[in-house]
């Protein structure tokens, strides 16, 4: 007889809950198991409207670890808010909007990437490690590095020269015209 596919996935993967009842037949008590399905019905788009039928007219999605990521990347869903700016003194209110294919563009970095002034800054971040990693063992950069810090007139010269190079831009993978 063919096995069900309730059977075939209790061998593969077993559920989590099991719902039994107790069954009297004959004298005998047997032991009936419920199927345990959870539906929820939820617009989970958040405020991405483009291209979204009505909510009565979407199909049912089974989603489970298999294909959560091609679900989350069909639904698509974004944000947009207004929130605190803490990164200047202007301070008032800054409008961010995310949006998310995956479960990685929930991490820090990647939400940051999404919001312009954070992505200057991560990007700055970025440029400095860079640095940091050229510093290891060069000591005539070190040298070079700690005369413009300690000479204001050489650091008028090295802003000058540095802001006259054309910038490469970090998401390209092209390399830096500055490095060495």
């Known amino acids: 007889m063919a096995e069900g596919t309730q059977h075939a996935l209790k061998r593969v993967r077993p559920p989590r809950v099991q719902v039994t009842y107790d069954v009297e037949t004959g004298g005998a008590i047997e032991k009936k198991e419920l199927p345990f399905i959870v539906g929820v019905m939820a617009d989970l788009a958040g405020q991405n409207s483009e291209n979204l039928?009505?909510?009565?007219?979407?199909?049912?999605?089974?989603?489970?670890?298999?294909?959560?990521?091609?679900?989350?990347?069909?639904?698509?869903?974004?944000?947009?808010?207004?929130?605190?700016?803490?990164?200047?003194?202007?301070?008032?209110?800054?409008?961010?909007?995310?949006?998310?294919?995956?479960?990685?563009?929930?991490?820090?970095?990647?939400?940051?990437k999404q919001v312009k002034p954070l992505k200057e800054l991560l990007d700055a971040r970025s440029r400095l490690n860079d640095l940091l990693a050229k510093l290891d063992g060069n000591d005539d950069l070190d040298q070079l590095l700690g005369d413009v810090i300690a000479n204001t007139e050489r650091q008028k010269e090295v802003k000058e020269a540095v802001d006259g190079l054309p910038q490469a831009d970090p998401d390209s993978g092209a390399e830096d015209p500055t490095s060495e």
């Not at 605190?84 to 970095?109: H, Q, R, T, W, Y």
């Open 53 to 112: 039928k009505p909510l009565a007219e979407r199909p049912f999605a089974e989603i489970d670890r298999d294909n959560f990521e091609e679900s989350m990347a069909s639904i698509s869903p974004s944000i947009s808010l207004a929130v605190p700016n803490v990164i200047n003194d202007e301070g008032g209110n800054m409008n961010v909007s995310l949006s998310f294919k995956s479960m990685e563009d929930f991490e820090p970095a990647n939400v940051a």
